[in-house]
Each structure stands twice: as C-alpha cells, then as structure tokens.
C-alpha cells in the first residue's frame, strides 16, 4: 500500500521555527517532482514549494526567503523548514508526489498536517 505519511505539524508564536517531514512508502520504483501545500480556512489550496528529483525547487512569493525544501532520495523523504513564521501561514499542510512504480506513474497526497501560528 502506498503512503504519504507528513509529521511535525503544531503549534508555534510567531517568529518560531517548524520542520514538517514527508515520507513515501510502497513499492516505489522513483520519485519525480515532490511538493509542499498548503490550505487556510476558507481559501483554496495552494503551491509552497516543489523540488525535483534533480534539486530545482521554487516557491511561493509569501515563503521565499523563509522556507527551504529539501529531500533525501534514499529515504523517499521530502522536508519543509520553516522559519520566521508569521499568523498568515496557519494551514494544513499537504505534501504531494509524484511516484514511479514499474508500470505507471501516478500523484499522491499526504493526509494533511495543521500548522498553527499564533500571534
């Protein structure tokens, strides 16, 4: 069975530090492109930050320069530091991928992880 399994959600003043961690499991040949999103009360969801399997990441304008995306292939692991966090990035977080098995590719998403940030 395959899974996207995210930690290291909570809650955090403002200013505070989060790293959220993703792990994929299941018969996983590769993984493509790996990304962080997010969705607040009310708003659609949106693109933090993606990385590919080759390192290129981009990110959304609000997090540039306070956050960084990372992976680690040999773990199927992608990571999202966040630093000088401010009230407007409360949201879950959803990590995404997109896996490689031996006869197809196919997107994923992890099950959500809320991210609290209080003033």
């Known amino acids: 069975q395959v899974q996207l399994v995210e930690s290291g959600g909570g809650l955090v003043q403002a200013g505070g530090s989060l790293r959220l961690s993703c792990a994929a499991s299941?018969?996983?040949?590769?993984?493509?492109?790996m990304g962080w999103y997010r969705q607040a009360p009310g708003k659609q969801r949106e693109l933090v930050a993606a990385?590919?399997?080759?390192?290129?990441?981009n990110y959304a304008d609000s997090v540039k320069g306070r956050f960084t995306i990372s992976r680690d292939n040999a773990k199927n692991t992608v990571y999202l530091q966040m630093n000088s966090l401010k009230p407007e990035d409360t949201a879950v977080y959803y990590c995404n991928a997109d896996l490689v098995f031996r006869d197809y590719v196919n997107d994923y998403w992890g099950q959500g992880t809320q991210v609290t940030v209080s003033s």
């Open positions: 990385i590919t399997s080759g390192g290129s990441t």
């Open positions: 299941g018969s996983i040949f590769s993984i493509n492109a």
